[in-house]
């Protein structure tokens, strides 16, 4: 139960960012609760109450996390509070409210200057990195194309590839004609647990063997245990950053050098 609560709060603060702006959202309950209309309570008060008593409970959190494997993307729950529409529609409630048209003048300077001083602005400050649009008709990185090509060059159907976080998040948006040995699901957990715990799972000495290298940077598994794991899986390629001592494992295993783009070196499985 503590547990809950401190994960609840933590979770909170690093989605809010302490961000001052959020006084501002309880304030907007509170008045909505006691000082606004029905219907205001009706579209942000009771979701708040069922929010409160089911995925922000800390009796239920335990469960939620265990069963559905949350972890950060708990986080997209509090885009369920939709602050920024309670806030807007307590201050312009607050403002019908008074009569006189002077009044309401300096009242919404007030608030408005009110959300801009608490309010955390999206630039703040400092150098304004450079845009530069893409250069190709796709779109897209070059970075993610050159890898694209390399991947579908041989002419495999689908082919089945071992490749990062980095490219786990990005390259499967642009080309869906690939799957991925990492699932979001595996990445998740070995982002937040170390190697000790990662064997100590569910997962098949092959998935392990292949993790421990390629995750963990272990290479105390044998070169050859490691490509049959890579067989066993069906695994067409590897990709390894440029720089990662992970490629002269690679090389020692019998893996054969496809191509490289900017970032990474792909290696053949040789089957």
């Not at 948006?173 to 937040?192: A, C, H, K, Q, V």
């Amino acid at each position: 139960m503590i547990e809950n609560i401190k994960f609840l709060a933590d979770a909170f603060l690093i989605y809010t960012e302490k961000n001052p702006i959020w006084y501002l959202y309880f304030f907007s309950v509170l008045y909505i609760v006691f000082a606004g209309k029905k219907e205001g309570r009706c579209i942000f008060v009771y979701p708040l109450l069922v929010q409160l008593l089911t995925i922000f409970n800390p009796l239920f959190l335990g469960i939620f996390i265990e069963k559905f494997g949350f972890g950060n993307r708990y986080l997209r729950f509090f885009w369920m509070l939709f602050f920024y529409g309670v806030i807007a529609y307590a201050g312009v409630d607050l403002l019908f409210r008074l009569r006189k048209t002077g009044i309401k003048i300096i009242a919404f300077c007030l608030l408005a200057g009110l959300v801009a001083e608490m309010g955390k602005p999206v630039f703040g400050g400092g150098d304004i990195p450079e845009y530069k649009m893409a250069e190709n008709p796709q779109f897209t990185s070059n970075e993610i194309l050159k890898l694209s090509h390399l991947y579908h060059s041989e002419g495999v159907e689908v082919p089945h590839i071992l490749f990062d976080g980095w490219l786990l998040l990005n390259y499967r948006s642009y080309d869906p004609d690939i799957t991925s040995e990492l699932t979001r699901e595996r990445f998740e957990y070995m982002i937040n647990h170390d190697e000790e715990s990662f064997l100590k799972g569910k997962a098949s000495e092959n998935i392990k063997n292949i993790f421990r290298v390629y995750s963990y940077g272990d290479f105390g598994v044998a070169p050859e245990e490691f490509l049959k794991a890579l067989d066993s899986e069906k695994i067409n390629y590897v990709t390894a950053a440029k720089k990662d001592p992970l490629n002269d494992y690679l090389e020692k295993a019998g893996l054969l050098q496809l191509g490289e783009s900017d970032r990474y070196i792909v290696w053949k499985v040789n089957k």
